[in-house]
C-alpha cells in the first residue's frame, strides 16, 4: 500500500531520522543505565549495529 501511494521512500526516511536522534540521545549513557531497562525501544548492544545501518545509509542512500 506504501508502495502505491508513493510513501515507502518517506517512511524510510522518517524512520531514520529517529533512529539518528535515538542513537545520538542514548550514546553517551552506559549500557547498564536503567533506561534500556525500562523503556525497551533499544537495547545498548544494539546502538553500534544502528550507528552502522545509519552510516550506510548516508553514503548509499535510503532506497539501497
Not at 33 to 59: N, Q, S, Y
Request: net charge negative; no cysteine.
Amino acid at each position: 500500500m506504501l508502495d502505491r501511494f508513493g510513501l515507502s521512500g518517506e517512511l524510510v526516511e522518517v524512520g531514520a531520522k529517529v533512529a539518528r536522534i535515538m542513537v545520538e540521545l542514548l550514546a553517551g549513557l552506559r549500557p547498564e543505565h536503567e533506561f534500556f531497562e525500562e523503556v525497551g525501544l533499544i537495547g545498548a548492544e544494539d546502538l553500534p549495529v544502528f550507528e552502522r545501518i545509519l552510516t550506510r545509509m548516508e553514503k548509499v542512500g535510503a532506497g539501497a
